[in-house]
């Protein structure tokens, strides 16, 4: 089976830094792209940024400039390094892999994170 583990959320005051990270770990070929949503206590999940297998990125017109999104490919991680945080990004974050092949079928699946809680007071 496929597990992904996010870390380092937390709280940090207004215009602080947080790095996020998400290890994919199990019987793994091959991860295609790999994104971070975020759920607000209330709100919808939403997409918050996007990377393709070959390094090309994205990211929620709410965070642009400010989150940028990265990847290790040989270690199966995914990064989100989150700058001038505002107490609106307070949210639980998740990784999502929506298509990892796993190794035995080379068939592909889709994986979440547990969440990582990040609270930015004022």
């Known amino acids: 089976q496929v597990q992904l583990v996010e870390s380092g959320g937390g709280l940090v005051q207004a215009g602080g830094s947080l790095r996020l990270s998400c290890a994919a770990s199990?019987?793994?070929?091959?991860?295609?792209?790999m994104n971070w949503y975020r759920q607000a206590l209330g709100k919808k999940r939403e997409l918050v940024a996007w990377?393709?297998?070959?390094?090309?990125?994205n990211a929620a017109d709410s965070v642009k400039g400010r989150f940028t999104i990265s990847r290790d490919n040989a270690k199966n991680t995914v990064y989100l390094q989150m700058n001038s945080l505002k107490p609106e990004d307070t949210a639980v974050y998740y990784c999502?892999?929506?298509?990892?092949?796993?190794?035995?079928?080379?068939?592909?699946?889709?994986?979440w994170g547990q969440g990582t809680q990040v609270t930015v007071s004022s």
């Open positions: 999502n892999a929506p298509e990892v092949l796993i190794t035995s079928t080379r068939i592909g699946y889709n994986y």
């Open positions: 199990g019987s793994i070929y091959s991860i295609n792209g």
């Open positions: 990377i393709t297998s070959s390094g090309s990125t």
